[in-house]
Structures are given as structure tokens and as C-alpha cells.
């Protein structure tokens, strides 16, 4: 008998095609003998005028067929990429041009596009041509752009690209007026999503059907298509985009469109062949988005129990040479830095600043880890002002569970009030505090540090808006053999959609979980959809999809009500059956159902004979109901009334090493409340993957850029990620469910969590195991090597 799947650990149904090598990724797709290669020219500087480009050994390669530059691009091709959210304090927004028009303003921006028989002699051709520069000089750094002694774009005054500020209440009057007061400055530095899987783009141009097909890697199938459509000048319907199995995409392919995307549907539909781009991995370093980089000034006022009087925050965001995704980023760190505390008054105030380095749009976590890092140090300064324990300075500050939903007072990044849904940050630190041992870690890190050892530390608490809009869509069909297909628009990149989104169904539908089957990010299944990005796919495709099955539901029992003579209300669906309730042996399948809910002239089968006009219908009546559709299906969309709030705390126990300054992770605790859990087994992967991911960026990563604007570590040799042997080898996890009165399901979002308090985390714990000897050791900037920690102390001895 069918048993309730949501909240189930149920296996997921995808990973046997990838863990045997049967992952079909954009750069398997065409393999045709006629398929053409493209390779692309970067700058080799930050900044730089184009004087000149000869591509005129180019032309007699054997086995090039065409070479695209600016000029030879042509009316909406010929104009900036688009800058996808615009906002009203985005006061000065650039974007690129698909191939570079008079200046270049970041090593890696695209000059000149080629097309040969394979991509050896694409890129050996893109090495004939000649360009001429007039150097310019660069501006590298968030104090370079502030400093505005040179400026990334002539026509934006002080390199500001936008200045925005929100607040409630005085701060600064709050803050002159409180008991005490303290000042932080502090820094995140860039960072960068590095999936497997590089971007890469596939089109092929249909002359008998005047149809264009792209295969790209991204998390917008639909904006790609949009964008593609405007471009070249064709009708939405005569663009399909489809995205295969997508290897990592952590945000850095919800950016759309990369000049690619554009470049090869063009060459497809000039040559008549289907034209392939796969980026290669220092492609990706150099011309690829980066996040992460922001400097916060903090000044906080509070009381003698550490409680909230008056925060002022002041921060620069790197957005680096272009605008393309907005000020996403820096408004989610200025408004998710409060995490679950009402700080009474805060007036927050940032800059966007444009620097000769690769663009910045969301990475895994948008922001919300800059925010984190912020609020969290400033709660252990607090503490360690006061002389309190960390966890009480937290707990005077907590929204309390009656005050929900729980107004900020701001506006959020969907333009939306910055209202809490639900939540209970009060039991979530006792479970963390359980979890970690934080009572008792005051007296093992004492029996460590009687051994030589030094031990420390470190919370944090956050929030996180999950589930923003506009809207997602579903449909769902029943196929006459009982089958199930499940259509949603958005993308997936390994998050375990196919098998929660057959959860949602199969509870729904009454079906076996092995009869539901999930397409997503396939345009031709599904032409309304927004994307995947910030924690959204549950909440906003999840909830579509247990309306569409509703929907698809309610036909199934009208249709089944008529074939047995009973009253929908006493019917049931179990196992793919509709049976009268209490009588079960007067039932009747789903694929039946199916087959009876298309009136049929012809029969094409024994099945189908059952569906023609001799066979059912009543003769006064007209076969297909007024307001009603052949064959039985549902269709739905959810459309949110403002982001659901996702909130966490982590801890971690780090030991640092007294000589190398290396820092090993002992124990690393996480609890978590996404709502109501759909597979509580693939939301524990998710957090593992995002602690791994936020282990890295806090120890490990970052973009290291020289003062002439040149990466100096664009390769897996040199940028340094964690190992298996650096990531936790067990985490502790402890779940909350407050459910969101916000959509059906009761449901958050849970993608990004994992990795939102790893700044904050790190530096609590690592600054706790200095200050063994050390009682005014700090840690103020992140990511933290053990050289850093190293120099760290070289200061405070």
C-alpha cells in the first residue's frame, strides 16, 4: 500500500546514471562528423584600448570557417549584453558587448570569435590574429576604486556604480547615545564558484523548420532563451533552450547571456552547422564571475547584557568591471546581515564599485556570507567587551518565536518588505549548543591547552531568504500506461530535483515513486519559468508542482467517478489505482483513467477501443466538457507573495598548530530549519556540500589578483581548494521544522545554507584558540591561511 513519501529518506533516483559515467553534460551532446568548434580571443590586459585588429591570416586557414569581431556584429548583436535587474540606485550600470568594442576592462574580456573544423584549429587560428593596444592603467582592489585616482569607465565618476542606503530607527543617534560602543573594520576578499563542469553552449539552426536548438550549461534555460530570441532577431517559439546534466553551477551560470551563449547560436544559423564552445579551465578563472569581495565598516552601541541598541554599517562591495546581474549581492548582504536578531535601529549604507577584473554575480551563498561574517563578529566582540559567554549576547538579541512574522523594516532583494516567515532561533541555539558541547568545551580546551594544544571555539547564527519570485511552473501528465512525466522549468545542477519533485507526486497522485519521471530546464516541456538561484527549487517549483498534481488529481477522480458510478469524495488513489473506498474491488487504473479522459475516433489499440465515441460518452452531451481539455493532465504555477526565511547555526572546533600555524578541524556541528523536510537525507547533502564549499572559502580561496589586473593563480595548481582530508570527516546535524505559511508545502529552501556561516565560523573558533596566551588576538579579514595566521601572530606577541 502506498505509503506517505514526504519527509522520507528516499534514494535518489539520479545518481546511478552519474556514478556509471552516463551523465550526458552540454560538451557530449553533439557529435555529429559535420559538428564545428569555437575558441575565443581574451584581452591580455585589464585595461586597454583597442587600436586595431588584423585577422587577416586568419582567413586562409585550412579548416577555419568564419572569424567574428565587434564589427562585424549587427543590429541588437552590436549592442551591450543586457543588465538583467535593473535598480534605481544602480545609478551607473555597465555591461559588456558580446565581443569587445573599442576597450577591453579585464584580462579575459572577449575580443574575437572562431570557427573551425575542431577546436586545435580554432584555437591555433585565434593565435594569428593581431591586436593593438593602448594600455591603460588598471584599477585592482576595492581601496584602488575607492581611491579614484584612475576610473574603470570614463563616464562613472568615482567608480561608483551605485550608493544605496536603508534604515530604521536613528542609529547613529542610538549608538552616541548607548553605554557602550564599539568600531570594526573588516574584510571578506574575492572568491569564485569553480564548478567541474565550465560553461558551454551547443546550437544547432534547422533551415526546413526556421527552429534554432541550443544545449548551454546554465541555471536560466528560459532567460537564455529570452535573451537569444532578442539578439538574433527571432520569435520566443522558434528558439528551444535545453539544459542537460549540469556539473556545479553554484551561481555562476544563473548570469546570462555569456557572450558564447550568443556567439554560437549566431555562427550556427550563418554556417548552417551546428557550432560547439566548451571553456576550458583557465577560461573559466579569467572570464567567468567571482564574488565575495566586500570591506565593512562597523559601529555598534549596546547595553550592559549585550542587547542591541544602534548598529551603523558601511561597506564597499567589488563588483569588478561590470553590472550585469545588478546589486543583487551587496543588497543581500545589507539586509541579511541582522540573521535572527532585531537590532532596533540600523542604518546601513553601501557602495558598488567598478574595478578592471572580472564581474561579480551571485556565488553560492549571494552575499549572505559578507553579511554573516559582519553580524557574527560583531556579536563576539560584544561578548568578549562584556566579558560574556558568545551564546548570551546571541540570546538577549533573538527574534523570539511569538514575534513572528517579524518585519525588519527593510526591503529585501526581490523588492519585497524584508518580513520573516517563521521561526525559532531560541531552540535552535540549545540544539547547536547540545550538539557542539559548548558548556562543556571550557574544560577541554583547558586539559588542551595543559598539553601544549591550542583549541578554540566558534559559533554562528544566520537567515536566509529562500524562495523569491516572481513565479515557477509545473506540469504534470498521465500517460495511458500510468506513467507520470513531470515538467518544471527550472534547471538542475545535482540538487536532487528528480527525486523530491517524484516525492511531491507520487504523495499527491497516489502513484508508485518509480512511475513518476522529472524533466527539467527543457524549454519545449516547459516555456514559463524564471531559474535556479537562491534556495528556490523547492519552494517555488516543489509547491507548482503539488498544485499542477492536484490539479491532474481532481480529473483523475471525476473522470473515475463517472467510469465506476460513484461520487468523487469516495474515491481513493493507492498505488496507481482508483478504487472506491472501502469497496476495492470496483476500481479502475490510472492509465485507464488516461486513456478514457481523450475521446477517441479511431482506436489505435485494445486500450484506446475504450475511449471511442461508441464506447462511452453520454450522446446529449458533448464529449469534451465545457472548460475542460482532452487528456489528463495538470498545469499550475506558484507565485509567492515575498521570500520564505531559512535560518542556521553552525559550530566548529578547530585546533591550530603552535609552529606551522595549520589549522585542523575536531568537530563541526550544523542545525538547520528549512520548514517541513521533503527528503530529509538530500537536504543533509546539501549541508555537507556546503560546509565542504565553506570550508574552502574560508581557509583556502580566493582571487589573487597583481596591481596590473592579472590573476596569478587561474589554474587548480595554484588556487587551493579543500581535500577530503581538510573537510570535516563527520558532521553533527540536528533539524528544526517551522513550517512557512507562505506556500502548501510549509516548505524553505536549503541550497545555499551550508555554506553562509564559514567566515564567521572559522574566525570565532580560530580567534579562540589564539587567545590561549593571546587575550587580544583578533581575526579580521577572511579567508585565513596558516602564512596569514602565521603573520597574525607575529603582531600580537
Known amino acids: 500500500m502506498t505509503t506517505k513519501l514526504m519527509g522520507q529518506k528516499v534514494q535518489r533516483v539520479e545518481d546511478q546514471r552519474f556514478l556509471r559515467g552516463q551523465g550526458r553534460y552540454v560538451d557530449d551532446v553533439a557529435v555529429e562528423r559535420d559538428l564545428l568548434h569555437a575558441a575565443v580571443l581574451r584581452s591580455p590586459h585589464a585595461h586597454a584600448r583597442i587600436v586595431d585588429i588584423d585577422v587577416a591570416d586568419v582567413l586562409d586557414v585550412e579548416g577555419v570557417h568564419a572569424v567574428w569581431t565587434y564589427e562585424d556584429l549587427t543590429g541588437p548583436m552590436s549592442e551591450p549584453l543586457p543588465l538583467l535587474i535593473p ?51 588598471p584599477v585592482v582592489g576595492i581601496d584602488a576604486a575607492r581611491a579614484a585616482d584612475r576610473l574603470v569607465h570614463d563616464d562613472v565618476p568615482g567608480n561608483i556604480g551605485a550608493r544605496m542606503e536603508q534604515s530604521v530607527g536613528d542609529a547613529p543617534a542610538a549608538i552616541k547615545a ?94 548552417g552547422r551546428t557550432v560547439k564552445f566548451t571553456e576550458d579551465r583557465r577560461e573559466h578563472f579569467i572570464s567567468s564571475a567571482h564574488e565575495r569581495g566586500q570591506v565593512h565598516h562597523i559601529e555598534v552601541g549596546f547595553d550592559d547584557d549585550g542587547r542591541l541598541l544602534g548598529l551603523d554599517v558601511e561597506f564597499w562591495h567589488d563588483h569588478g568591471a561590470y553590472t550585469p546581474y545588478g546589486l543583487i549581492v551587496p543588497i543581500i548582504t545589507s539586509t541579511q546581515l541582522l540573521g535572527p536578531y532585531k537590532p532596533q535601529n540600523y542604518r546601513v549604507v553601501f557602495e558598488s564599485l567598478y574595478t578592471n577584473t572580472v564581474m561579480v554575480t551571485p556565488y553560492r551563498g549571494a552575499g549572505r556570507p559578507q553579511g554573516c561574517y559582519a553580524m557574527e563578529r560583531t556579536m563576539d566582540a560584544i561578548a568578549s567587551y562584556l566579558g560574556k559567554d558568545r551564546t548570551e549576547v546571541r540570546s538577549v538579541n533573538f527574534i523570539q518565536p511569538d514575534e513572528f512574522p517579524f518585519d525588519q523594516g527593510l526591503i529585501f532583494q526581490d523588492g519585497r518588505e524584508l518580513e520573516y516567515d517563521s521561526g525559532d532561533y531560541p531552540a535552535s541555539l540549545e540544539k547547536i549548543k547540545a550538539l557542539v558541547g559548548w558548556d562543556e568545551f571550557p574544560a577541554f580546551q583547558a586539559e588542551m591547552a595543559a598539553q601544549g594544544r591550542h583549541v578554540g571555539i566558534g559559533l554562528a547564527c544566520y537567515v536566509e531568504g529562500t524562495g523569491v519570485g516572481p513565479y515557477e511552473g509545473a506540469h504534470v501528465h498521465i500517460e495511458t500506461s500510468g506513467k507520470v512525466k513531470v515538467a518544471t522549468g527550472l534547471t538542475t545542477q545535482g540538487q536532487g530535483h528528480q527525486t523530491v519533485f517524484a516525492q511531491l507526486v507520487a504523495d499527491e497522485l497516489g502513484c ?50 463517472d467510469a465506476l458510478e460513484a461520487a468523487p469524495e469516495d474515491l481513493e488513489i493507492v498505488d496507481g489505482v482508483v478504487s472506491v473506498k472501502g469497496s476495492p474491488g470496483s476500481s479502475i487504473d490510472l492509465g485507464t483513467v488516461s486513456v478514457l479522459s481523450n475521446p477517441l475516433r479511431y482506436a489505435f489499440d485494445e486500450a484506446s477501443k475504450a475511449a471511442t465515441q461508441f464506447s462511452v460518452g453520454d450522446p446529449g452531451k458533448p464529449p469534451v466538457p465545457e472548460d475542460e481539455e482532452p487528456g489528463l493532465e495538470g498545469k499550475d504555477f506558484y507565485s509567492p507573495e515575498r521570500a520564505t526565511f531559512a535560518s542556521g547555526m553552525h559550530a566548529v572546533i578547530v585546533e591550530t598548530d603552535p609552529e606551522t600555524a595549520e589549522i585542523r578541524i ?103 584558540a589564539e587567545r590561549v596566551g593571546r587575550p587580544e588576538f583578533t581575526v579580521t579579514a577572511m579567508p585565513i591561511s596558516p602564512s596569514e595566521l602565521f603573520a597574525l601572530r607575529q603582531e600580537h606577541s
Open 87 to 137: 535598480h534605481p540606485d544602480l545609478t551607473h550600470g555597465r555591461t559588456q558587448y558580446a565581443l569587445a568594442k573599442d576597450e577591453v576592462n579585464y584580462v579575459g574580456e572577449a575580443i574575437a570569435f572562431v570557427v573551425a573544423d575542431d577546436r586545435y584549429v580554432a584555437e591555433d587560428a585565434v593565435d594569428r590574429i593581431r591586436v593593438r593596444y593602448e594600455p591603460l592603467p
Open 178 to 271: 548607548a553605554p557602550h560602543t564599539l568600531t570594526l573594520d573588516l574584510t571578506v576578499e574575492r572568491s569564485a564558484c569553480t564548478p567541474l563542469e565550465g560553461r558551454g553552449t551547443v546550437a544547432r539552426w534547422d533551415p526546413d523548420l526556421n527552429r534554432l536548438q541550443v544545449w548551454t550549461s546554465t541555471q536560466s534555460s528560459t532567460g537564455v532563451r529570452a535573451v537569444v530570441a532578442v539578439k538574433l532577431g527571432l520569435d520566443l517559439g522558434q528558439v528551444d533552450v535545453i539544459t542537460p546534466d549540469v556539473g556545479g553551477g553554484f551561481g555562476v551560470k544563473i548570469n546570462h547571456p555569456w557572450p558564447e551563449e550568443l556567439l554560437v547560436p549566431l555562427a550556427a544559423r550563418a554556417l
Open 512 to 561: 508508485s515513486f518509480e512511475d513518476v519521471e522529472v524533466v527539467t530546464g527543457d524549454t519545449r516541456r516547459m516555456p514559463y519559468a524564471v531559474g535556479t538561484f537562491a534556495s528556490r527549487a523547492a519552494v517555488m517549483s516543489g509547491s507548482a508542482i503539488h498544485l499542477a498534481a492536484k490539479r491532474a488529481k481532481e480529473k483523475v477522480l471525476k473522470i473515475a467517478a
Open 666 to 768: 575536531l568537530k563541526y556541528a550544523v542545525v538547520h530549519d528549512c520548514g517541513h523536510l521533503i527528503n530529509p537525507m538530500i537536504v543533509e547533502g546539501q549541508i555537507h556540500g556546503g560546509v565542504a564549499q565553506g570550508v574552502g572559502g574560508a581557509l583556502y580561496e580566493r582571487m589573487a589578483y597583481d596591481e596590473s589586473g592579472q590573476l596569478l593563480n587561474a589554474s587548480f595548481m595554484d588556487f587551493l581548494m579543500p581535500y577530503v582530508t581538510e573537510v570535516p570527516d563527520g558532521i553533527d546535524i540536528d533539524h528544526l521544522e517551522t513550517p512557512s505559511p507562505l506556500n502548501p508545502l510549509g516548505i524553505k529552501g536549503a541550497g545555499e545554507a551550508g555554506v553562509i556561516p564559514s567566515a564567521a565560523v572559522f574566525a570565532a573558533a580560530i580567534e579562540d
